[in-house]
């Protein structure tokens, strides 16, 4: 069975900084493109960042220069450093993943896949 776990959730002071991580099994991790995505209490689900299979980035314009996505395919998990955490950061943050993984994938269509979120609280 395909399963994705995010992990590193908490809350944080504004400024403050959060890395989250996304364990992934029963597919070929390397093979596939993870997003990461979060969606806040009364909002719509909003697309915060990509990393294809060939390492390839790309970010929202609401945290370019504040997170960071990478991934380690030896251990089949994928990451997102928060820094400089804002109190509209707040939300739970779902990874997911798609079979396209050397696409362009800011353009992937529905990931489908994904796991349990975790929880982002950024308050003072």
């Known amino acids: 069975d395909v399963q994705l776990q995010a992990s590193g959730g908490g809350l944080v002071q504004p400024g403050g900084s959060l890395g989250l991580s996304c364990a992934a099994s029963?597919?070929?991790?390397?093979?596939?493109?993870i997003g990461w995505f979060r969606q806040a209490p009364g909002k719509e689900r909003e697309w915060v960042s990509c990393?294809?299979?060939?390492?390839?980035?790309d970010l929202a314009d609401s945290v370019k220069g504040r997170f960071t996505i990478s991934r380690d395919d030896n251990k089949n998990t994928a990451y997102l450093q928060m820094n400089s955490l804002k109190p509209e950061d707040t939300a739970i943050y779902f990874c997911?993943?798609?079979?396209?993984?050397?696409?362009?994938?800011?353009?992937?269509?529905?990931?489908?896949?994904w796991g349990q979120g975790t929880q982002v609280t950024v308050s003072s």
């Open positions: 997911e993943a798609h079979p396209q993984g050397g696409a362009y994938c800011p353009a992937l269509p529905d990931y489908p896949y």
């Open positions: 990393i294809n299979s060939a390492d390839s980035t």
């Open positions: 029963g597919f070929r991790f390397d093979y596939y493109a």
